[in-house]
């Protein structure tokens, strides 16, 4: 199998890979099993607490439940505003890094040379980078503010545990995370210059590069001469010429 065709196949299972992970992650945004908290206030009745990046619910057995979204958006907590911050750039980079991949994939025929259409692909795969990495923080994050109050002995308030949907966006992060890194390393090392082939080829050593250097060396130091001995020796041997023809003395008996 060519290493070509090994290459297309790779960048369709990244592809996928990273389709699957940024539905995962999009998924979690309208879920509202980020955290999740359950109380028994009487006997035959227990209240469920659950909430997003939007709001508050709380739901019973009877089968009610009530959401409420936050109040004041400036009132909120800085943490908050950096999670939903980082989602959104989660979902829209792992958008823009699906059209790149799918524009520069070497089975689409869409771009132009192969080295064009490695770029992209490398752009594609970047953009899937951040989109996991955008991810992961904000899932993380949120993870550990949670366990941290609910671990922490002097918290009066109510404590909360992680809800479902900090698995999901953990497991499409793992996904864009994989399959971005694969995308980016085949493509760059496919459509970026190496260090090697950026220099120019080296000018093969003749023999008169040979026999200038040859020249131009001094024995026994380590003084260049610039201009070769034999030039110079040439024109002292024109100038003494010269010299002796325009010399010449002629006396009166010699043109007779």
Not at 20 to 31: D, K, M, R, Y
Not at 97 to 121: D, F, H, P, Q, Y
Request: proline share 4%; glycine share 10%; hydrophobic share 40%.
């Amino acid at each position: 199998m060519k290493y070509r065709t090994v290459v297309m196949y790779m960048e369709i299972g990244c592809f996928v890979s990273c389709l699957c992970g940024w539905i995962l992650v999009c998924s979690t945004l309208p879920t509202e099993y980020w955290t999740f908290s359950e109380v028994g206030s009487i006997v035959l009745t227990t209240s469920n607490y659950y909430s997003n990046l939007w709001k508050d619910c709380i739901s019973d057995t009877t089968g009610v439940s009530d959401c409420k979204d936050y109040p004041s958006m400036l009132a909120l907590p800085a943490y908050l505003h950096a999670t939903r911050a980082l989602a959104v750039c989660a979902v829209i980079t792992g958008f823009f890094g699906g059209v790149l991949t799918l524009i520069g994939m070497k089975c689409t025929k869409i771009g132009g040379s192969e080295i064009a259409n490695a770029r992209v692909t490398f752009a594609g795969g970047i953009t899937y980078l951040v989109s996991g990495f955008c991810g992961m923080i904000t899932y993380s994050w949120w993870a550990n503010r949670v366990i941290t109050e609910f671990l922490d002995p002097h918290f009066r308030a109510q404590k909360f545990e992680l809800g479902a949907a900090i698995f999901i966006g953990w497991g499409g992060s793992i996904l864009l995370l994989s399959g971005g890194t694969v995308l980016t390393y085949f493509s760059g090392k496919e459509g970026l210059p190496s260090s090697s082939s950026s220099k120019g080829p080296r000018r093969p050593a003749t023999y008169a590069t040979a026999r200038t250097r040859r020249t131009y060396m001094l024995p026994g130091s380590s003084r260049v001469t610039l201009v070769p001995p034999l030039f110079y020796e040439g024109r002292k041997s024109r100038a003494t010429r010269a010299t002796t023809k325009t010399g010449r003395t002629f006396s009166r008996d010699s043109f007779v």
